[in-house]
């Protein structure tokens, strides 16, 4: 079996990738914080017996696509919906005589070799396969040959593109099939569930992802307030200079005097 695998991918660049975890994260920080998760997919990638394609969005430059994927083959995304765009993406590999072929997402810095191995095994039976995410929806699709009721959804922004989408496949008689769930990372929230399996696994410390959130670990304040009227603004302006180099929470403990109308 002549098999692909496309990393379907933004270019990381400031300001336009990860923008869901800005302010907490510098738009120069999401971008390096892409790259890590592209690298971190990539030395996976390059572990399976299958060509490596990387489909990127257009805008933006593409020379730091190359300085990650080196001398990979290069298809600029085309269509107006993400569908679209995925779509246009496997038929074109498929159309190049490869028997199967594997789409993926680059928010889970967490897959592995053998999730993508199990994908490949499960089309030997399936029509399509789908590795889940947690939250509703699927960070890799792979089919032998191009099904478009796979990416007819009009949105994919929400908890239910998973369930939808299959439902669109099973009404063709199209056989679905699954490999590991893994972990989306879109949001801060997200990175935070990635900090706590990072302890319990020495890999994870060890990928681009896990040595770079290593390095830019943020802390956080807690301060507690009760009835402080008299004082809280000038506890305000005190806590101004720590603004951006850490998370403040002020945490009031039922004041009656206006303490927490006075918070900004």
Known sequence: MKKALIIFTRIPEPGKT?????????????????????KDIFRECKKISADIFVSYSPEGNLLRLKQIFGRQRYIPQDGESLGERMYHAISLVLGNGYDACLLIGTDVPEISCGCLKKAFEVLENKDVVFGKTTDGGYYLVGMKKPYRAAFALDSYGHGKVLK??????????????????????DTVSDLQGYRERMRKDPKKKRSSTGKYLAKISWISVIVPVYNEAGTIDSMVRQLETLRGKCEILLVDGGSTDGTLERIP
């Open 18 to 38: 990860k923008t869901r975890m800005m302010p907490r994260l510098t738009p120069a920080q999401c971008a390096k914080l892409h790259t890590c998760f592209l």
């Open 164 to 185: 939808e989408t299959i439902q669109d496949l099973q009404r063709e008689k199209i056989t679905v099939g699954y490999t590991e769930t893994l972990a989306d990372m």
